[in-house]
């Protein structure tokens, strides 16, 4: 059977700088990973290994982003915080409700959220500072960190890790 994933990447969703960018579509992947173990009623310790995984790729994906509009001095740098941690908030409860044997349409109505919170920020407050970090010269910023962050595909086990800032 041939399904269409609940989140489709595009270039529209981008800010342009590659390093968020592949974030951004490796949370998508993440989101829809979740949301297909849960459609598909996988086990319930695989799904709370997608859990951990989105909880943990969300903080380091954020750190990035914080790290970058700090050394920019972005002006709305504090409150795009706020946002990230109010995501955060919302998926370690999501989590917290999964662990706690909470019934099935609660983990979708949580996906669902998660998809219209990542569509609203994307397309809201990542392309607001977007031009910004563009005019600030972002990709100078980015070779001048001390240890590239990238993201590399581990062959054997078919998923990616963050070099710094580690996740597995």
Same mark, same amino acid.
């Given at each position: 059977?041939?399904?269409?994933?609940?989140?489709?990447?595009?270039?529209?969703?981008? @800010?342009?700088?590659? /390093?968020?960018?592949?974030?951004?579509?490796?949370? @998508?992947?993440?989101?829809?990973?979740?949301?297909?173990?849960?459609?598909?009623?996988?086990?319930?310790?695989?799904?709370?290994?997608?859990?951990?995984?989105?909880?943990?790729?969300?903080?380091?994906?954020?750190?990035?982003?914080?790290?970058?509009?700090? &050394?920019?001095?972005?002006?709305?740098?504090?409150?795009?915080?706020?946002?990230?941690? $109010?995501?955060?908030?919302?998926?370690?409860?999501?989590? +917290?409700?999964?662990?706690?044997? +909470?019934?099935? $349409?609660?983990? /979708?109505?949580?996906?669902? /959220?998660?998809?219209?919170?990542?569509?609203?920020? /994307?397309?809201? $407050?990542?392309?607001?500072?977007?031009?910004?970090? &563009?005019?600030?010269?972002?990709?100078?910023?980015?070779?001048?960190?001390?240890?590239?962050?990238?993201?590399?595909?581990?062959?054997? +086990?078919?998923? $990616?890790?963050?070099?710094?800032?580690?996740?597995?």
């Amino acid at each position: 059977m041939n399904k269409k994933p609940l989140i489709i990447w595009t270039d529209r969703m981008g @800010v342009g700088v590659k /390093l968020l960018d592949n974030d951004h579509k490796k949370l @998508v992947l993440l989101i829809n990973e979740l949301h297909d173990g849960l459609v598909a009623e996988r086990a319930k310790p695989e799904l709370d290994r997608v859990f951990d995984k989105l909880v943990r790729f969300t903080r380091v994906h954020f750190a990035h982003e914080e790290q970058l509009l700090a &050394e920019t001095g972005y002006p709305g740098a504090e409150t795009h915080k706020l946002e990230h941690d $109010s995501l955060i908030e919302q998926i370690t409860e999501l989590q +917290a409700r999964f662990r706690a044997q +909470a019934p099935m $349409s609660i983990y /979708l109505e949580g996906v669902e /959220l998660l998809k219209g919170w990542l569509f609203n920020h /994307l397309y809201g $407050s990542d392309q607001e500072y977007a031009p910004y970090l &563009e005019e600030k010269g972002v990709d100078t910023i980015l070779t001048s960190w001390e240890i590239p962050i990238q993201v590399v595909r581990n062959q054997t +086990a078919d998923r $990616s890790k963050v070099v710094q800032g580690s996740w597995s």
